[in-house]
């Protein structure tokens, strides 16, 4: 089956910490996305990458780093640097980045305390 | 900059039909969406329009836009207890090359 996995569903860290956030896709997309998403609010972007090698950053990407060394991998790190972390992230994917269908992973819920 | 807007919150009793409506700001928008999140879980991708059409319809659901009014509505017909989950509008725009979403539309579908 083809779609795009997140792990952990749940993660929970102490204030301080860094921690990554798995994101895989076995699509064949090129394109991949990291979303944030708290309550009552919709998706906010904190970064892309278009292709293998190469990111951009998003609207909220301060306290954040992601890599991007292979097609189906992108992996985000929320560092400690990250004034409020505690946030359901989705990560995305679409076949092109201007062909603009993003499919969805299931999410990971981080709590931060 | 780009804007989508939302209204948060729609109930209605099972078997009617939902109208949940969005309405955005740039017209240079090419490609608008709807996707549909129940609770926990990501975002499913249930349709989406291309601005220079004015319906789209797919099975239960129907998008209409109102290019004019910069408006967008997902109808849902026949809606069922299932339907209840958030609903975000969200469209593309070319410039910056990313998908601005709404807040999001939680459908709450009373039995």
């Known amino acids: 089956d083809g779609g795009i996995t997140q792990s952990p569903k749940y993660l929970f860290r102490k204030e301080g910490q860094n921690v990554t956030l798995s994101c895989e896709q076995n699509?064949?997309?090129?394109?991949m996305y990291w979303y944030r998403q708290d309550p009552g609010q919709g998706l906010r972007l904190i970064y892309y990458?278009?292709?293998?090698?190469?990111?951009q950053k998003g609207d909220i990407a301060e306290g954040y780093s992601v890599s991007r060394e292979k097609k189906e991998s992108f992996p985000l790190t929320v560092t400690s640097a990250q004034k409020n972390p505690t946030a359901f992230y989705l990560c995305?994917?679409?076949?092109?980045?201007?062909?603009?269908?993003?499919?969805f992973g299931p999410g990971t819920r981080l709590t931060v305390t | 900059g780009e804007d989508v807007e939302q209204s948060l919150f729609l109930s209605v009793r099972e078997g009617d039909s939902s109208v949940i409506n969005c309405t955005y700001t740039?017209?240079?928008?090419?490609?608008l969406y709807w996707y549909k999140q129940e609770p926990g879980a990501g975002l499913q991708l249930l349709t989406y329009?291309?601005?220079?059409?004015d319906m789209k319809q797919d099975q239960r659901l129907t998008v209409l836009l109102n290019k004019k009014d910069k408006h967008l509505s997902l109808r849902i017909a026949d809606t069922q207890t299932g339907d209840s989950a958030i609903y975000f509008c969200?469209?593309?725009?070319?410039?910056?090359?990313?998908?601005?979403f709404g807040q999001g539309t939680e459908l709450s579908v009373k039995p």
């Open positions: 990458s278009q292709i293998v090698n190469d990111f």
């Open positions: 329009i291309f601005s220079n059409m």
């Open positions: 995305a994917s679409s076949v092109r980045s201007d062909r603009y269908e993003q499919y």
């Open positions: 740039d017209s240079s928008s090419t490609y």
């Open positions: 699509l064949n997309h090129d394109a």
């Open positions: 969200a469209g593309y725009y070319n410039q910056g090359g990313k998908l601005i």
